[in-house]
């Protein structure tokens, strides 16, 4: 027992560098409750997914893959792969529409319309592009597209296209007017507003690239007669015919008559001048007793004046006098007279008695003072006195 004690123990050196190589050969464990657990030390990695691919159609429900390479955690152990496939593109298939890219169904006459397909997703054919239609035309467009299932989503869409042609603005009848004009503005077109206070002026908008017109309407005037008209005159008035309405012709021989024209549209002055007339004494006129004329006693009524209106007859004894007043601003006579006219007989006379006087009809007395014989044509007769 005592040399066993004090031996020392010898170890062969292929045991020890197994040792060393099975120690760094196997991962490190550590002790647990009831056993002992090994660490795993293995480098992780997570799963390695690729890009979804192209979704197998682009309406309906489609679907969509990818490629994935297997993780592994510390220990060595496969991570699985997730989902590889999934659905895509589940929103229903829209039907196509054929449009105008102005939004319209109308185009004016020479211009352009484009015909698109608000779809890219459909293969279409057809009308499709840019036009210049000349009259109203429909387009058409057919539409297919995979629907996923091995068959086609087909449409076909239209759309109407109406040609617009230009229509000019055209001014209407309304060319003069008394008043502010509201109607007749335009024979074509929309009527702008009018403007002015005479002249008047407003546009005529045109419809379709149509052109604009400039409209002016006049203010109506009257004629009008001048200072000529109603008044008498011995020759054809040649002025101060019209005060408005320019200068007319003069038609007639006394009297004269013309017309004074309006202007835009006015109405017309029939307008005219009388002949002067001068005034002439009558034959009550006539400067004493005629062998066809009785004897005259009281002044004249009748035949005053042969032409122009008579004035009142003055004076209540021989002679009696009066104009004949011209007419239409015509000249008056001179002054117009009748005497007193006698009854004569040549037996009338102053016999040589004195006492009888001699007296004529017009009242006056003359007393024979002397005798002789009283001429006849001093128009006196014999009368006892006191007649």
């Not at 529409?97 to 608000?118: F, H």
């Not at 203010?219 to 005159?233: F, K, L, N, R």
């Not at 024979?368 to 014999?382: F, I, K, Y």
């Amino acid at each position: 027992m005592k040399n066993m004690k004090n031996k020392k123990s010898v170890l062969f050196p292929g045991l020890f560098f197994a040792v060393i190589f099975v120690s760094l050969a196997l991962p490190l464990g550590r002790a647990v409750a009831g056993g002992f657990e090994w660490a795993c030390s293995y480098p992780a990695s997570d799963p390695v997914y690729s890009s979804w691919s192209a979704c197998s159609t682009w309406c309906g429900g489609g679907t969509q893959t990818r490629s994935c390479t297997p993780g592994f955690d510390s220990c060595g152990n496969t991570i699985p792969c997730g989902a590889t496939t999934q659905a895509c593109n589940t929103q229903a298939c829209p039907k196509p529409t054929v449009y105008l890219c102005s939004s319209a169904d109308s185009v004016i006459s020479g211009g352009a319309v484009d015909i698109s397909v608000d779809w890219a997703g459909y293969s279409c054919s057809g009308n499709i592009g840019r036009y210049y239609p000349t009259s109203s035309t429909q387009y058409s467009a057919t539409c297919t597209t995979p629907d996923g299932l091995g068959g086609n989503y087909i449409a076909t869409a239209c759309v109407d296209v109406t040609v617009l042609q230009p229509v000019n603005g055209v001014c209407g009848t309304t060319t003069q007017s008394y008043t502010k004009p509201s109607s007749g503005l335009c024979g074509a077109g929309t009527a702008g507003t009018v403007s002015g206070t005479g002249p008047w002026t407003w546009t005529c908008s045109g419809a379709n690239g149509g052109t604009t017109a400039s409209c002016t309407a006049q203010v109506s005037i009257d004629g009008s007669c001048g200072s000529a008209d109603g008044y008498g005159v011995y020759t054809k008035p040649s002025s101060n015919l019209c005060s408005v309405g320019g200068t007319p012709t003069v038609n007639g021989t006394g009297p004269w008559t013309w017309t004074c024209p309006g202007s835009y549209g006015g109405a017309g002055a029939s307008c005219s001048a009388p002949l002067s007339i001068t005034g002439q004494c009558g034959t009550a006129m006539d400067g004493g007793m005629t062998p066809t004329k009785p004897p005259r006693a009281t002044a004249p009524v009748t035949t005053l004046c042969s032409a122009g209106n008579p004035s009142a007859v003055s004076t209540n004894s021989s002679p009696w006098t009066w104009i004949c007043y011209g007419l239409n601003n015509g000249l008056s006579s001179g002054t117009c007279f009748e005497e007193c006219t006698y009854d004569c007989h040549p037996e009338w006379h102053c016999s040589t008695e004195t006492s009888w006087n001699i007296k004529n009809t017009c009242g006056d007395v003359h007393i024979c003072a002397v005798t002789g014989t009283r001429s006849c044509n001093l128009n006196w007769r014999e009368v006892l006195p006191g007649l």
